[in-house]
T-cell receptor, first 111, second 111 residues
Framework: GNSVTQMEGPVTLSEEAFLTINCTYT??????LFWYVQYPGEGLQLLLK?????DKGSNKGFEATYRKETTSFHLEKGSVQVSDSAVYFC??????????FGTGTRLQVFP | DTGVSQDPRHKITKRGQNVTFRCDPI?????LYWYRQTLGQGPEFLTY????????KSRLLSDRFSAERPKGSFSTLEIQRTEQGDSAMYLC?????????FGQGTRLTVV
């Protein structure tokens, strides 16, 4: 079946630190991969996506590369800000835009 | 384009009562999805529509749940004989063969 596993949080960092949130997946076929972000009190927002192997998605300084050989889609940012504090969800879509989410990783950034 | 709109934002109901939630997707989006999110978990797929046709239902959607999308525009999700285990955030999303956009959700509390 299809599933997503992401690292447990919370991840606590100081401002300007490097961020990695790990995400691995199990899927039949070749799914699209996504990172969604949920800021406090707000709805889920698409952060970035990649639709095929070796694609790199990027947005707002965040990046993730679709690694088929390791079935991974780790989220990275070189220098986090306090405003990046949120819950980050890794997700895959096998077809029809239906999304299968991981459990989410809370990021807390302190000044 | 005002995004995906959900109503109400919060609902408190007594166990055994029926509740109905409404979702207005982004105009012209032909696909509409319902998800359920419980505390500390990622959203779980419930059902999806392409235009007015309900094409897939999760096994999470028991016979107490029903969703409709008359005329392929707004959608309603009804829960009959609510149980405490139904307490969750119910998310609606829409897409047009590409990125999926989420509403802010309806938080249901069953007391």
């Amino acid at each position: 079946g299809n599933s997503v596993t992401q690292m447990e949080g919370p991840v606590t960092l100081s401002e300007e630190a490097f961020l990695t949130i790990n995400c691995t997946y199990t899927a039949t076929g070749y799914p699209s991969l996504f990172w969604y972000v949920q800021y406090p009190g707000e709805g889920l927002q698409l952060l970035l996506k990649a639709t095929k192997a070796d694609d790199k998605g990027s947005n707002k300084g965040f990046e993730a590369t679709y690694r088929k050989e390791t079935t991974s889609f780790h989220l990275e940012k070189g220098s986090v800000q306090v405003s990046d504090s949120a819950v980050y969800f890794c997700a895959l879509s096998p077809h029809t835009d239906k999304l299968i989410f991981g459990t989410g990783t809370r990021l807390q950034v302190f000044p | 384009d005002t995004g995906v709109s959900q109503d109400p934002r919060h609902k408190i109901t007594k166990r055994g009562q029926n509740v109905t939630f409404r979702c207005d997707p982004i105009s012209e989006h032909n696909r509409l999805y319902w998800y359920r999110q419980t505390l500390g978990q990622g959203p779980e797929f419930l059902t999806y529509f392409q235009n007015e046709a309900q094409l897939e239902k999760s096994r999470l959607l028991s016979d107490r749940f029903s969703a409709e999308r008359p005329k392929g525009s707004f959608s309603t999700l009804e829960i009959q004989r609510t149980e405490q285990g139904d307490s969750a955030m119910y998310l609606c999303a829409s897409s047009l063969g590409g990125n999926v956009f989420f509403g802010q959700g309806t938080r249901l509390t069953v007391v």
